[in-house]
C-alpha cells in the first residue's frame, strides 16, 4: 500500500521558517517532520511514498535525493504545481495509485502514535470510501471549574474531552477519484461534502497522542514535549 504525503502548501502561519523552507523540512528533534512521517510508516512496514509537492518543492526533492539515511523504500516526489489546493493534489497523483485499491494519505505536518494497522483494519471492515482519523483537539486555555464565584478545580490546558476533529490520518479507496476532478479546490471542502453524503466516509476515533505543526507556537509546544517525555519518539525510528 502506497503513502501519500501532502505537502505542497505554503506554511505561511509559520513563516518564520516557511520563507526559507516548505513547512514539512522544519525540524523537531532535530529532524524535519516528513523525516518523522516517513520513519513512523516505515515502522509499520510501509515502503512506497509519494510526496505531493508545491512550495519549494525542491529542497524536498534534494533531501530525499541526497539523504542516506533512507534504506529499501521508495521516494517519489512530484510536483504538483505552487497554488494547486489539496483535492486537486490528489487528484493529480492518479496515474501513481491506479494500482492500488487503498492508499495512505497525511499531511505534511503533523504527529500522532495512532496505530495504522487497526487504522486500516477500521477502513476495511466498514468497506469506507475515505476514512479519517478523529481526535480530540488540545485546549488552548486552561479550563476553571467553578462553583459561583469559587474556582473549586483547574486544569493547565487540558485535551478537550467534547467534539473532534480532522487529525489528518487517512486510508482511501480509490473510488473517491469519482469525487475528485481537475478543479482547484480543497479536499476537505467539496470532496469531504460529496464522499460524506454518500455514506462511505468513517471516522476511526483516536484518544492518544496527536499534534499539529502550525505555528511557531505549536513547533515550541511539541519541543516542550519531548524535553519532558510526554511522547515516546519509538514509533518515529523506523522499524520496530
Same mark, same amino acid.
Given at each position: 500500500?502506497?503513502?501519500?504525503?501532502?505537502?505542497?502548501?505554503?506554511?505561511?502561519?509559520?513563516?518564520?521558517?516557511?520563507?526559507?523552507?516548505?513547512?514539512?523540512?522544519?525540524?523537531?528533534?532535530?529532524?524535519?517532520?516528513?523525516?518523522?512521517?516517513?520513519?513512523?510508516?516505515?515502522?509499520?512496514?510501509?515502503?512506497?511514498?509519494?510526496?505531493?509537492?508545491?512550495?519549494?518543492?525542491?529542497?524536498?526533492?534534494?533531501?530525499?535525493?541526497?539523504?542516506?539515511?533512507?534504506?529499501?523504500?521508495?521516494?517519489?516526489?512530484?510536483?504538483?504545481?505552487?497554488?494547486?489546493?489539496?483535492?486537486?493534489?490528489?487528484?493529480?497523483?492518479?496515474?501513481?495509485?491506479?494500482?492500488?485499491?487503498?492508499?495512505?494519505?497525511?499531511?505534511? @505536518?503533523?504527529?500522532? *502514535?495512532? %496505530?495504522?494497522?487497526?487504522? $486500516?483494519?477500521?477502513? &476495511? /471492515?466498514? +468497506?469506507?470510501?475515505?476514512?479519517?482519523?478523529?481526535?480530540?483537539?488540545?485546549?488552548?486555555?486552561?479550563?476553571?471549574?467553578?462553583?459561583?464565584?469559587?474556582?473549586?478545580?483547574?486544569?493547565?490546558?487540558?485535551?478537550?474531552?467534547?467534539?473532534?476533529?480532522?487529525?489528518?490520518?487517512?486510508?482511501?479507496?480509490?473510488?473517491?477519484?469519482?469525487?475528485?476532478?481537475?478543479?482547484?479546490?480543497?479536499?476537505?471542502?467539496?470532496?469531504?461534502?460529496?464522499?460524506?453524503?454518500?455514506?462511505?466516509?468513517?471516522?476511526?476515533?483516536?484518544?492518544?497522542?496527536?499534534?499539529?505543526? @502550525?505555528?511557531?507556537? *505549536?513547533? %515550541?509546544?511539541?519541543?516542550? $514535549?519531548?524535553?519532558? &517525555? /510526554?511522547? +515516546?519518539?519509538?514509533?518515529?525510528?523506523?522499524?520496530?
Amino acid at each position: 500500500m502506497k503513502v501519500v504525503f501532502l505537502a505542497g502548501g505554503y506554511g505561511s502561519r509559520i513563516s518564520e521558517y516557511t520563507s526559507k523552507i516548505p513547512k514539512p523540512m522544519i525540524k523537531l528533534s532535530n529532524k524535519p517532520i516528513i523525516e518523522h512521517l516517513v520513519n513512523y510508516y516505515k515502522y509499520y512496514g510501509f515502503k512506497d511514498f509519494l510526496i505531493a509537492g508545491g512550495y519549494k518543492v525542491s529542497i524536498i526533492k534534494n533531501f530525499f535525493d541526497k539523504s542516506r539515511i533512507f534504506k529499501n523504500i521508495k521516494v517519489k516526489v512530484v510536483n504538483t504545481g505552487l497554488n494547486t489546493l489539496t483535492g486537486k493534489r490528489i487528484y493529480k497523483l492518479k496515474k501513481f495509485l491506479k494500482n492500488e485499491e487503498n492508499f495512505l494519505l497525511t499531511y505534511g @505536518d503533523g504527529i500522532s *502514535d495512532i %496505530d495504522l494497522n487497526k487504522l $486500516i483494519k477500521f477502513h &476495511k /471492515k466498514k +468497506n469506507s470510501i475515505f476514512t479519517l482519523s478523529a481526535v480530540r483537539p488540545p485546549a488552548r486555555f486552561g479550563e476553571l471549574k467553578m462553583s459561583g464565584n469559587k474556582i473549586v478545580n483547574f486544569h493547565e490546558k487540558p485535551q478537550m474531552q467534547k467534539g473532534w476533529i480532522n487529525g489528518g490520518f487517512f486510508v482511501v479507496n480509490k473510488k473517491f477519484f469519482k469525487f475528485l476532478s481537475n478543479k482547484n479546490v480543497m479536499l476537505e471542502r467539496e470532496p469531504f461534502s460529496k464522499v460524506s453524503a454518500s455514506g462511505k466516509m468513517f471516522a476511526y476515533k483516536h484518544q492518544g497522542f496527536w499534534k499539529c505543526i @502550525d505555528t511557531k507556537r *505549536d513547533l %515550541d509546544q511539541f519541543g516542550s $514535549i519531548i524535553k519532558n &517525555k /510526554k511522547f +515516546n519518539l519509538k514509533l518515529f525510528k523506523g522499524a520496530k
